[in-house]
């Protein structure tokens, strides 16, 4: 009887026999070469235009390669991302690509996939490098360059502005990793490049429309001096264009609005005046995810972290750009 790797750990981990015939894994476990696999992928919701962009792009990619994928949404649950993750390592599956939903829950998750000799790949989002370590506890993080996303938007509202307006932050979700590096970026660049600009209030509207209207709305009832708005994600922005018109201010000329994502509302919303610039942050995922993993089985080496390109969005563009926006 042929016991597999993953069988023989998953069964008997832990047991000193175990350990003498499979060393525990000190890096990344193997992927057998073969033409289809088994994946896995966790979502973190499917609130929002980007989560729904980002699945599409993936079950697309896996039907395109003949992979069969166990698909799960964690509902804005991290509690439930890492219960998704334990039910695809009992399901056997050969890899898991993973976008978690915060930095550190998610951890048990990425290790429990090590222990039972699976490889994830992180996407989108990433986790406590201080609690993992890529190319070590998982093969990779493909993904934006979050930090940089904040600091382009952050540039280009000093340059449109000349250094100058009061700035109310609309955060997203809390401990999740671009809402993190957004926020480093845009209010480190902010600090350093216009020292007369303030950041009034920062709170997080958890990347959804609705939240992102309702903390707009107090937060500019409490700063009515407020001219800016810088929103992590387009869903939060355009709750925030409902917020400034319900106060009795025009978006684009009283409150300038800024964000990330490029979704195709949030491009339309330049066009019309109501958003002044948005970076980019490409939630079409799923071809560069799967080419990392048959890469990875074919025996190439696998860069720890992998940044995809941003496109940026201002009047100068977002007509002709609009077609291409998700
Ligand atoms: C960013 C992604 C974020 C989007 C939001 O890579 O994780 O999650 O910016 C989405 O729109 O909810």
Redesign the pocket.
Same mark, same amino acid.
């Given at each position: 009887m042929i016991i597999d790797r993953r069988t023989l750990l998953v069964g008997t981990v832990g047991s000193a026999a175990a350990l003498a015939i499979w060393p525990a894994f000190a890096a990344v476990p193997p992927l057998k070469k073969k033409d289809t696999y088994k994946v896995g992928f966790a979502q *973190?919701?499917s609130?929002? %235009?980007?989560?729904l962009a980002?699945t599409a792009s993936m079950q697309d990619e896996a039907k395109k390669r003949g992979c069969q994928l166990v698909y799960t949404d964690a509902a804005s649950s991290a509690a439930k991302q890492v219960a998704d993750v334990n039910s695809m390592i009992a399901q056997g599956v050969d890899f898991i690509f993973l976008?978690p939903r915060e930095e550190k829950p998610l951890i048990p998750a990425v290790m429990a996939a090590k222990k039972a000799g699976i490889p994830v790949l992180l996407i989108?989002?990433s986790v406590d490098p201080s609690l993992a370590k890529a190319g070590e506890d998982y093969l990779a993080f493909v993904?934006?360059n979050?930090i940089q996303e904040g600091q382009r938007v952050a540039e280009w509202l000093i340059k449109t502005t000349g250094g100058k307006g009061k700035i109310l932050e609309l955060e997203? *979700?809390i401990g999740?990793? %671009?809402a993190n590096d957004?926020k480093k970026g845009f209010d480190d660049a902010i600090k350093a490049g216009a020292p007369d600009m303030v950041i009034l209030a920062s709170q997080s509207g958890d990347?959804?429309r609705d939240k992102g209207r309702q903390v707009a709305e107090t937060l500019l009832q409490a700063h009515s001096d407020a001219t800016i708005i810088y929103a992590?994600?387009?869903?939060m922005a355009l709750g925030a264009i409902a917020a400034v018109e319900a106060a009795g201010k025009v978006p684009g000329k009283d409150i300038l609005i800024v964000s990330?994502?490029g979704?195709k509302d949030g491009v339309q919303a330049i066009v019309d005046g109501k958003i002044g610039a948005i970076c980019e942050?490409s939630?079409h995922f799923g071809p560069k995810a799967f080419e990392i993993m048959y890469s990875y089985a074919a025996g190439d080496k696998i860069p720890p972290v992998i940044i995809n390109p941003d496109r940026f969005y201002d009047a100068s563009n977002a007509k002709e750009m609009l077609a291409s926006a998700f």
């Open positions: *973190t919701e609130n929002n %235009p980007w989560r980002q976008a989108d989002r993904g934006s979050f997203g *979700t999740a990793s %671009p957004r990347f959804a992590h994600n387009d869903e990330i994502d979704e942050c939630p």
